[in-house]
């Protein structure tokens, strides 16, 4: 039984009390309003501001992306410069590529941001296909492109890179800077160790723009410190046309969820 006060009165529930102005914190709210209890505004710092709660964001992107993968099928994950324009012949490439893996049935998955990524959202739109974008918060550069069908924002790069590899059956990795760099040695790193299966193919798009790269790690990584094993350069496919790339793509098949 509740203790009574010093009136006899039973105190009432404590209300749970949660800054509601952002529409960040409106979106994980769910997570920590129990039942039957209230969240009003305050002006206290966000709860996502405060180390102790980024747990729960954590958890609700992780949450949110693995529902909202679990709808798809025959993803092809597009990655690639967000600063390449319309009139660059990267950005056709990955427009064509786009457009063909939408009218071959695959769901087209990208960052959803400008680039490359609009590129490759913009070819799959016109076939009619599945145009994905997982898009990141970012100060200057992300915006969702107009060409996503669906899509899912993300606070954290690590959440988002996670969905964005998660159930793919193929990666194509166009010219980028450093973020499509980083998305691509962690692909190469989970194939090299086995956290991917080894029939997911991993496309370079661009032979003269990877070519410097590949040279280095061939010649340096490898021959001259033997960080690496000669047939690990094999994990990676180097193509320099759409077709190219959809011959590696077709040989695939639906990768079991996770």
């Not at 967000?82 to 490439?93: E, G, N, V």
């Not at 071959?104 to 145009?131: C, H, K, Q, W």
Request: one cysteine or more; glycine letters at 10%; aromatic letters at 12%.
């Amino acid at each position: 039984m509740p203790k009574k006060n010093s009136n006899n009165s039973v105190p009432k529930e404590k209300k749970v009390t949660m800054h509601v102005t952002d529409t960040g914190a409106k979106h994980y709210m769910h997570w920590l309003c129990a039942p039957g209890n209230k969240c009003i505004p305050t002006d206290e710092p966000m709860f996502t501001d405060n180390t102790n709660w980024r747990i729960f964001r954590i958890m609700a992107e992780f949450v949110e992306g693995f529902e909202f993968l679990s709808k798809l099928k025959g993803e092809v994950t597009i990655f690639g410069s967000a600063r390449s324009l319309p009139t660059s012949k990267h950005y056709q490439d990955a427009q064509r590529l786009g457009y063909l893996l939408g009218k071959g049935g695959y769901s087209v998955i990208t960052g959803g941001g400008p680039g490359l990524m609009e590129a490759a959202n913009r070819g799959a739109f016109d076939a009619g296909g599945e145009s994905i974008g997982l898009n990141i918060q970012l100060p200057i550069e992300q915006r969702t492109n107009s060409y996503v069908k669906r899509g899912l924002g993300f606070h954290y790069f690590f959440t988002r890179k996670v969905m964005l590899s998660a159930s793919a059956q193929a990666y194509v990795f166009m010219p980028g800077g450093f973020g499509t760099l980083d998305e691509m040695s962690e692909m190469v790193t989970l194939k090299q160790t086995g956290k991917i299966p080894s029939d997911v193919p991993i496309i370079l798009f661009g032979k003269a723009y990877w070519k410097p790269f590949l040279d280095w790690v061939s010649t340096t990584m490898c021959d001259q410190y033997r960080y690496i094993e000669t047939e690990e350069i094999g994990i990676i496919n180097v193509v320099d046309t759409p077709e190219e790339a959809m011959k590696i793509i077709n040989k695939t098949s639906e990768r079991a969820f996770g």
